[in-house]
């Protein structure tokens, strides 16, 4: 820590010097009891803490913490989220030069103070200016494996990766949508710990590993969703998949009713998978029950709770495994297991909510890479012939929309105001030309936003919500 830092606290702009720098940490370490170590480019404070016995704190108790000042360190880092709770763990990621990378992991002793670190200290501000974000970090156990061929079954994918990695501990495999007597080429493998899985990663991810004659594509698998069990509590809608593509809304329906007529409220099927929608929160859970691994139209179906968008900011990123925060949506479209290959196939999270409706969430298509490679033939085309779920903007959605219907290119037009601790705050408001003349004559949202980006995305969304 021989490195000169510029101390910002309190908007300071003074010097801080190696040695003040190891003053601090001392003092930090004699004042709290904990021990600290660097190793491997990180900086691990606690793990476990004085007096600590037994296990280390279970999953669901680690949060990842970015946009942190590089000159910032664990003496003004760890009061602040001593707030939510006890830490059992900080770990600062560091640079060689001395500075911190701009982002760490922290450890609570529970799940409740994890969840509360994020509630009070996603976007707070860290230094004048400065913004912290906080969301969960879950170690990833799950890799992604495709370009399987579609005639494999689960056992023998399972006995082919146990023979090429170590440490697999399942494979899930879900059948295809036309033919359930095939696989959907790709499937998810489980590892004992995440070092098992970033080990057999590493070993795969070259590109030229085969299976079965095949070069499969390998990535981390997206972690599923994590959603409080308060929130889990309230949950009253069925996620039901492995459906028969013929399999009808009003059959399904039919067939949750059965248990107690008039039960289910509706139904929205997407390809081979569905949401039921009950009255009551207790007829669901009886229904899920009774209806799990029951039959329709000669496919074995799979019923769970769904799991609700909870959050107004959804940051995502593979970071050795782990998620953290790379981007910033304000509300986005919830991501549907059958179209998106690298989700685990758990139930998918509900539409995100605008103005306490749901916002409109086509279906995706697959959102994974593939090689380029040299020669392969490229056909130049028109947004406007693909289909819409290959758009995940409301923007494009928007855009693309219009043209469906012949009309002439939504018009976004910019506004802006300042909030009272003078930041910019931004809204678009959008003229449809072709309705402009009808009842509504232009659509703009009652949210503010602080980036451009975000303003348009939430117009446009605010838009495809009224429009239907």
């Known amino acids: 820590m021989n490195e000169e830092n510029i101390d910002g606290t309190n ?187 970033a080990m057999a990663r590493r070993k795969l991810i070259p590109g030229t590993f085969q299976l079965w004659g095949h070069t499969i594509q390998v990535d981390w698998a997206d972690p599923e969703k994590e959603v409080d069990e308060e929130t889990m509590q309230r949950v009253k809608v069925l996620y039901v998949r492995n459906l028969m593509i013929s399999t009808t809304e009003e059959t399904i329906k039919a067939e949750f009713n059965k248990f107690k007529p008039g039960a289910v409220e509706r139904v929205k099927k997407l390809r081979d998978y569905a949401f039921v929608h009950f009255f009551n929160r207790e007829d669901a859970v009886a229904a899920m029950s009774i209806m799990n691994g029951k039959c329709i139209d000669g496919a074995s179906i799979e019923v769970t709770l769904a799991k609700p968008v909870n959050k107004e900011n959804t940051w995502r990123q593979h970071l050795n495994g782990q998620i953290s925060p790379n981007s910033e949506n304000l509300l986005v479209f919830a991501n549907k297991e059958e179209s998106h290959p690298k989700t685990l196939g758990k139930p998918p999270t509900l539409p995100a909510r605008l103005n306490g409706q749901h916002s409109p969430s086509p279906p995706e298509v697959e959102r994974c890479t593939y090689p380029f490679f040299p020669g392969t033939k490229l056909t130049p085309i028109s947004m406007y012939s693909l289909k819409s779920n290959h758009f995940n903007s409301a923007v494009m959605h928007l855009d693309y929309y219009c043209n469906k219907n012949n009309w002439a290119p939504p018009e976004y037009y910019l506004y802006s105001t300042t909030s009272q601790d003078g930041k910019v705050l931004l809204v678009y408001k959008i003229v449809i030309p072709a309705i402009a003349n009808g009842s509504q004559s232009y659509f703009m949202p009652d949210k503010l936003c602080t980036t451009l980006e975000d303003a348009k995305e939430l117009a446009a969304q605010f838009t495809l919500l009224h429009l239907g």
């Not at 992604?144 to 495999?173: C, H, Q, S, Y």
């Open 11 to 197: 908007g300071c702009s003074k010097v801080r010097t190696g040695t003040q720098n190891e003053a601090a940490l001392l003092a930090l370490m004699e004042k709290t009891g904990y021990n600290m170590v660097q190793e491997n480019g990180q900086r691990k404070f606690g793990g476990p803490p004085p007096g600590w016995e037994g296990p280390p704190p279970p999953r669901g108790c680690e949060v990842f913490v970015g946009k942190i000042p590089r000159d910032m360190y664990e003496d003004e880092l760890v009061p602040v989220f001593e707030r939510a709770g006890k830490i059992y763990e900080f770990r600062l990621m560091m640079e060689f030069s001395g500075e911190n990378r701009g982002y760490a992991f922290v450890m609570y002793t529970t799940k409740e103070e994890a969840q509360l670190a994020i509630r009070i200290l996603n976007n707070y501000e860290i230094r004048p200016g400065k913004f912290i974000g906080v969301c969960v970090s879950l170690d990833n156990c799950r890799l992604f494996i495709g370009a399987i061929p579609k005639e494999k079954k689960k056992e023998e994918i399972l006995d082919e990766m146990k023979k090429v990695t170590e440490g697999v501990v399942d494979v899930i495999v879900y059948p295809s949508a036309t033919d359930k007597t095939k696989n959907r080429g790709f499937a998810f493998v489980e590892y004992e710990s995440h070092r098992a899985a």
